[in-house]
């Protein structure tokens, strides 16, 4: 079953407090927003404030909005996401 937009974040799988800290920091606070955006476009906002931030936290994004775990995501979905974000 699908997450309803207006969910908190804490309802995505794969983040953890310091993810949800810096996606709020970043100003994304619901499951709405971030699927708005998009992984990559929220990992872009993350990484302008947090320079330390990686790649993980794309993944997890991605799949998160899926409700997979980010584990799941094969080589060719993290090459794609890679390409967006360096792009």
């Known amino acids: 079953m ?8 804490e309802s995505l799988p794969n983040l953890g407090p310091k993810s949800l800290e810096w996606l709020r920091n970043a100003g994304i606070t619901t499951v709405g927003e971030l699927k708005n955006l998009g992984p990559s ?8 404030q947090e320079s330390r931030v990686s790649l993980n936290l794309l993944w997890a994004l991605a799949a998160g ?3 997979h775990d980010w584990r799941e995501l094969t080589d060719a979905q993290k090459a ?3 390409k967006d974000v360096e792009t």
């Not at 699908?2 to 974040?9: Q, R, V």
């Not at 476009?41 to 993350?46: E, K, P």
């Open 41 to 48: 476009v929220a990992f872009q906002m993350v990484k302008a």
């Open 80 to 82: 794609r996401l890679r």
């Open 65 to 67: 909005l899926k409700g």
């Open 2 to 9: 699908p997450i309803p937009d207006n969910s908190p974040l």
